[in-house]
C-alpha cells in the first residue's frame, strides 16, 4: 500500500479523492439483506432486443460481454452521480476498504527510480514474520525481474495480493547486503485501519482522526475513546476532513455513542423505499463527553450523517469548512458474474428534516463533477461570506439554531484554508513531488541512525541538528528548481513542516505524523479554543426585541 501526501490538498486532488471515496464508500441499510438481479425481462425490454438484434445481425464479430460491461456504466450515469457499476475485476479492491481487510504480504511501498521501496512493515502481517525490513527493496517477483517501465502502484498491488493462504516469492535488494534476497511469503489477512490517530492534544483534550465508515470503525473508535478515558479527557476531537463515507450503520452506530435515548440520528426514504429512521437507544457511553467535530470539502456520506446529527440534535459544534453534500443512498445489488452495481434508492435526512444532497442535473452535470474546483475559484475555501445558502432549505436545530440544507453541513465556525507560506517556489515543489522523494531518500540513507528516536519531538530536534532543509533546496535544485532565497524564506515554514512530516511518517508512522501536522494546523488550533472557550456545547439564539418591535435572533 503506498503513502499519501496528506500534507496539501489541491482542489483538484481534493476532487478526485472525494469522487473515488463515494464510488467505494456507499453504504448498506439495515433493511438490505442482498439480492442477486438477472436481466430483466419484457414486452417493452428494447434493450433485450437491441442486445439480441446486434448479436445476431452487426457487420462484424463483436463480444456481446464487452458491449454489455461497457453500456452498464453508461445507463447508470444517466441517472445521478452516485449510481455506478463495478465490474467483477474491481469488485474485491472497492469493497476490501470498507471491509476492514484485505489478502496480501503486510507492507507500505512507493515507487521510487522504477524500483518498489519498502517503506514500513505492518506489525504482525506475513512480511514482517520472515524477516523484511523497511527500506528493502524489492526487484524480483515470482522469479521475474520486477523493476523499470512496467512497475507502477496498480501492478504491484496485483503482484503481491492475492488469495489467504497463498505464495509468492519475492527477491529483495538490502543496503547492507551484497546478494539478493530471497523470501516466500504465505499472504494473510492485512487489516486496515479506519482510525488514523488517537492521542491526547494536551492535559484534557483528546484527538481521534478516521478516515472512512467501514466495518470496524465503530470497534476502533470505542477502543480509540477507552484509551483517551483511560488518559482522563475532558472533551474530544473527531477529525472527518477528507473522509469520503462508507456504511451507514457505522455512521449511525458511532453518532449512538454520543446521544441520549430517542433523539433521532438520521431517516431515509425514496420512492419503493419505506421511510427508515434510526434513534439514539440510550446505551452510548459518552453521552455528556464535549465534542467538536472537524469536517471539510471532502466529508461527504456518512460523514455528513455524523456531523449532521450532532449538529441538528446540537450535542456538538461543528468547526472547519463545509462538507462536500451527498445525501443520495446506495444499495449494493450484485450480479451472477460477480459484478455489483451501486443503484441509489433513497435521499437521507438530518434530524432537522434537511437533506444535504447539492443539486443536480440527472447524470450529466459538469457543474457537479466540478463543484470542489468551483468552490475552489469562487473563493469559499478562504471567506465564509462567499458561501450562498438556499434559504428554501432553511431548517432549524432542537434549540432553534438555522441550519441549511441543499448543499452539505455548513459548520459552526468557519475556518478558512491556510495559505500561509506559500510561494512560486513552494508549489513548485509541491506539485512535482520533491518533499516525498527528498523525504523517502533521506530516510533510506539515514534509517539506522534514526532508529534511535522514538518520538517526532526527538526525531524533530535531530533534524534541525542535521540541517536538513539546506540538504533539501540542494535536492530541489537538482531536480530543476532553481534556489531563490526569497521565496525559500516566505515558504520555509511550510517547506519545513512537509519535508520533517514525511520523514517522520517513514521513520514513526501515521499518527506521529498526524500529531506533528496537528501542532500548526489551524482547524485543531481553533477547536482547542472552543473547549477552551466553553463553546463545545451550542446555546439557543438569543432573541432582541428591537424598539421598533422586531425581532432579530443572534
Do not use: W
Not at 483538484?12 to 464510488?23: D, M
Not at 460481454?65 to 461497457?70: A, F, K, P, S
Not at 471491509?99 to 521510487?112: D, P
Not at 512496467?150 to 501492478?155: D, G, H, P, R
Amino acid at each position: 500500500m503506498s503513502k499519501k501526501n496528506s500534507s496539501r490538498f489541491t482542489p483538484i486532488i481534493i476532487a478526485v479523492s472525494v469522487v473515488l471515496g463515494i464510488f467505494i464508500g456507499t453504504f448498506y441499510t439495515k433493511h438490505y439483506t442482498g439480492n442477486r438481479l438477472g436481466i430483466i425481462n419484457g414486452s417493452s425490454n428494447k434493450l433485450n432486443d437491441l442486445l439480441r438484434i446486434v448479436d445476431d445481425q452487426y457487420v462484424d464479430t463483436i463480444s456481446m460481454t464487452d458491449l454489455v460491461e461497457n453500456a452498464m456504466p453508461q445507463v447508470l450515469s444517466e441517472l445521478d452521480p452516485h449510481s455506478t457499476y463495478i465490474p467483477a475485476k474491481d469488485l474485491e479492491d472497492v469493497t476490501s476498504e470498507l471491509e476492514g481487510s484485505f489478502s496480501g504480504i503486510g507492507i507500505q511501498f512507493t515507487i521510487q527510480e522504477d524500483t518498489i521501496h519498502i517503506s514500513s512493515v505492518i506489525s504482525g502481517g506475513p512480511s514482517e514474520k520472515v524477516g523484511l525490513m523497511a527500506g528493502d527493496r524489492i526487484v524480483m517477483v515470482d522469479d521475474s525481474l520486477f523493476v523499470g517501465d512496467k512497475v507502477s502502484n496498480e501492478k504491484a498491488m496485483k503482484k503481491l495480493k492475492g488469495p489467504k493462504g497463498s505464495e509468492v516469492k519475492i527477491g529483495v535488494k538490502r543496503g547492507t547486503e551484497k546478494e539478493l534476497i530471497d523470501f516466500t511469503i504465505v499472504r494473510g489477512d492485512i487489516p486496515q485501519n479506519t482510525v488514523d490517530a488517537a492521542y491526547m492534544i494536551n492535559d484534557s483534550i483528546g484527538y481521534i482522526q478516521i478516515n472512512r465508515f467501514g466495518r470496524t470503525t465503530h470497534t476502533e473508535m470505542l477502543s480509540a475513546l477507552a484509551r483517551l478515558h483511560y488518559n482522563d479527557f475532558k472533551g474530544v476531537i473527531i477529525d472527518l476532513r477528507g473522509n469520503t463515507g462508507g456504511y451507514m450503520e457505522a455512521a449511525t452506530r458511532m453518532v449512538n455513542e454520543f446521544l441520549p435515548a430517542g433523539q433521532l440520528i438520521v431517516y431515509a426514504e425514496g420512492r419503493k423505499y419505506k421511510r427508515m429512521s434510526e434513534f439514539a437507544n440510550g446505551t452510548g457511553s459518552f453521552q455528556n463527553i464535549p465534542i467538536v467535530v472537524l469536517t471539510d470539502e471532502g466529508s461527504a456520506s456518512a460523514s455528513e450523517i455524523f456531523a449532521g446529527a450532532i449538529q441538528d440534535n446540537d450535542r456538538g459544534t461543528i468547526v472547519g469548512r463545509r462538507s462536500f453534500g451527498k445525501g443520495l443512498v446506495q444499495q449494493p445489488i450484485e450480479f451472477k458474474d460477480g459484478s455489483a452495481m451501486r443503484l441509489t434508492i433513497a435521499r437521507y435526512h438530518t434530524p432537522s428534516g434537511r437533506c444535504i444532497q447539492r443539486p443536480y442535473h440527472n447524470g450529466k452535470d459538469k457543474d457537479y463533477e466540478m463543484d470542489i474546483f468551483n468552490r475552489y475559484t469562487h473563493g469559499e475555501f478562504f471567506s465564509k461570506d462567499s458561501i450562498k445558502q438556499d434559504e428554501n432549505q432553511k431548517f432549524t436545530t432542537r434549540l432553534g439554531r438555522e441550519v441549511y440544507g441543499g448543499g452539505g453541513i455548513m459548520p459552526d465556525i468557519f475556518v478558512p484554508q491556510d495559505t500561509t507560506g506559500l510561494s512560486s517556489y513552494s508549489s513548485e515543489v509541491f506539485n512535482k513531488g520533491l518533499t516525498i522523494q527528498f523525504a523517502f531518500q533521506y530516510t533510506d540513507k539515514n534509517r539506522d541512525k534514526m532508529k534511535a528516536f522514538d518520538s517526532e519531538e526527538a526525531l524533530l530536534k535531530y533534524l534541525k541538528k542535521e540541517n536538513v532543509m539546506e540538504q533539501f533546496i540542494r535536492y530541489a535544485d537538482s531536480k530543476g528548481v532553481k534556489r531563490r532565497n526569497i521565496l525559500i524564506q516566505r515558504s520555509i515554514k511550510k517547506l519545513e513542516r512537509n519535508v520533517y512530516g514525511n520523514i517522520i511518517y517513514n521513520m514513526l508512522g501515521k499518527e506521529a505524523y498526524i500529531k506533528y501536522f496537528n501542532e500548526t494546523d489551524p482547524t485543531v488550533i481553533e477547536a482547542v479554543k472552543v473547549f477552551e472557550r466553553g463553546e463545545a456545547f451550542p446555546q439557543a439564539p438569543v432573541i432582541i426585541e428591537t424598539p421598533e418591535d422586531e425581532v432579530i435572533l443572534n
